[in-house]
């Protein structure tokens, strides 16, 4: 029973105080709507005014003076510029040519470039292909080695007959044998006749030249691969002046 009773008590208080809580807010609100509104400003507060700037004085412009003077001369003309009517060339600038590079496709092979012998003849101090000295060279007399696998070149045509005699070396009784030495071409023709060893007489040897020179032809000479080069022919001619003489008395 006392339990119960303490339980109501305390339900008292609160409702009491709760009442009284809402009572004050009640009261606060209706004071803060019954306060009166301050009353105007004092005119003390009032702003100030602000007078406009003053205009500027009116501009004066002076007179303008007008003075006689004389009139000079008119400027000279003025030169006109004319462009020039020579064409200057381009200029010419030569192209430098790097000098070929010799490289062979493999290294330290025997036949390449710059290395061991080559396969054609050339203008160096060895054996070559046909040499230009006095050796036997193709088909000649001295102590060389021969042709190896070239063919000698073929006489086709050309001789020198006895009616060929110069008459003056005929008249003079002159004779002899006549050494010489002669370059075939590449089309078989004779070139550079020169006297190996003269007969002793201008006439017949000069005689001899020319006409080994105009007359002879021959099928050149070949190499291993068949292509035809140039060859040398050392040869003697004897000129006999008996037959000459007994040829023409025959006639």
């Known amino acids: 029973?006392?339990?119960?009773?303490?339980?109501?008590?305390?339900?008292?208080?609160?409702?009491?105080a709760a009442g009284a809580i809402q009572a004050l807010l009640i009261y606060a609100l209706v004071s803060?709507?019954?306060?009166?509104?301050?009353?105007?400003?004092?005119?003390?507060?009032?702003?100030?005014?602000?007078?406009?700037?003053?205009?500027?004085?009116?501009?004066?412009?002076?007179?303008?003076?007008?003075?006689?003077?004389?009139?000079g001369a008119a400027a000279p003309k003025s030169l006109r510029s004319t462009a020039t009517a020579i064409v200057a060339p381009p200029p010419i600038v030569p192209?430098?040519?790097?000098?070929?590079?010799?490289?062979?496709?493999?290294a330290n092979t025997g036949a390449e470039a710059t290395q061991g012998a080559s396969d054609l003849p050339g203008p160096g101090t060895g054996a070559g292909g046909i040499g230009t000295g006095f050796g036997s060279g193709g088909s000649g007399d001295g102590d060389g080695g021969g042709w190896d696998d070239e063919t000698p070149p073929r006489w086709k045509k050309g001789r020198i007959k006895d009616s060929d005699y110069p008459r003056e070396a005929a008249e003079a009784g002159a004779s002899g044998t006549v050494s010489v030495r002669y370059r075939i071409e590449v089309d078989g023709r004779v070139t550079g006749c020169v006297i190996t060893r003269s007969s002793g007489n201008r006439i017949l040897d000069e005689t001899t030249c020319r006409?080994?020179?105009?007359?002879?032809r021959y099928e050149p000479s070949r190499d291993a691969r068949g292509r035809p080069v140039v060859s040398?022919?050392?040869?003697d001619n004897d000129w006999v002046i008996e037959r000459v003489a007994a040829e023409m008395e025959e006639h």
Request: proline share 17%.
């Open 211 to 216: 006409l080994i020179e105009q007359r002879f």
């Open 95 to 106: 192209v430098v040519v790097p000098p070929p590079v010799i490289a062979a496709p493999v």
């Open 232 to 235: 040398y022919i050392v040869r």
């Open 1 to 16: 029973m006392a339990y119960a009773e303490s339980n109501t008590r305390d339900r008292i208080v609160s409702a009491v």
């Open 32 to 71: 803060g709507l019954a306060s009166r509104m301050p009353e105007a400003l004092d005119d003390s507060l009032a702003l100030f005014t602000v007078e406009p700037p003053a205009p500027p004085p009116p501009r004066t412009v002076p007179a303008v003076e007008k003075i006689s003077r004389p009139e």
